[in-house]
């Protein structure tokens, strides 16, 4: 079935390093999208990137619909960065969309 | 984007009590979606807000434990029904304004705790 799998699933960066979360996805998708919840739950929305490279400041992402794989990228880290990542997938064939487990990351000062 | 609200933001509830989440968006959508996620997990979808129609449930959620209502385009309410604690999660709403689900945003969650 579709499946979307993120990788790790915990993280844990001193401030100022950089990590790359990843996301694997089951099928041909019609859009990606990497959500950031923060700690009081609010979801917000990263990036809308079903195929190709955006950045947007310290953040960047990149996917390869062809490898079905997403990276996000999060440079110089701050510990506002903290929460969990979301890889989302709506996949072709007009099914709804279907979220990763999610990275939790913890950037420590 | 659109600008999306939710009411309450919290609650503590009682067993076997109902509660009616409400979500405003501040333009027209098409689409409006509710989503739950269980403490720790990852969101689940409940069911697609269809203004003018009954929503469309996804497998595991029924009508009679989670109904919605979508009277026009920028609002929709979501019913918990008959609490259990099992129900403690976060509701969220969630809209797309292209009108093909390309593309989601979410409201702030309602934080629900069933005692």
């Known amino acids: 079935g579709i499946q979307v799998e993120q990788s790790p699933p915990d993280l844990i960066l001193q401030e100022g390093a950089n990590s790359t979360l990843r996301c694997n996805f089951s099928?041909?998708?019609?859009?990606l999208q990497w959500f950031h919840q923060n700690p009081w739950g609010q979801l917000i929305n990263l990036f809308y990137?079903?195929?190709g490279t955006k950045q947007n400041g310290r953040l960047s992402a990149t996917t390869v619909a062809t490898e079905r794989y997403s990276l996000l990228y999060i440079s110089s880290s701050q510990t506002t960065d903290s929460g969990v990542y979301f890889c989302a997938v709506l996949f072709s064939g007009n099914t709804p969309l279907v979220f990763g487990k999610g990275t939790r990351l913890s950037v420590i000062a | 984007s659109a600008v999306i609200s939710q009411k309450p933001s919290r609650d503590i509830c009682q067993r076997g009590t109902s509660l009616t989440i409400q979500c405003q968006v501040d333009s027209q959508v098409t689409m409006m979606f509710w989503y739950r996620q269980q403490p720790g997990q990852s969101l689940t979808l409940i069911a697609t807000a269809n203004q003018g129609s009954e929503a469309t449930y996804e497998s595991g959620f029924v009508i009679d434990k989670f109904p919605i209502s979508r009277p026009n385009l920028t609002f929709s309410t979501l019913t918990v029904s008959n609490m259990s604690p099992e129900d403690s999660s976060i509701y969220l709403c969630s809209v797309d304004s292209s009108g093909t689900a390309d593309t989601q945003y979410f409201g702030p969650g309602t934080r629900l705790t069933v005692l």
């Open positions: 990137i079903p195929s």
């Open positions: 099928d041909s998708v019609n859009n």
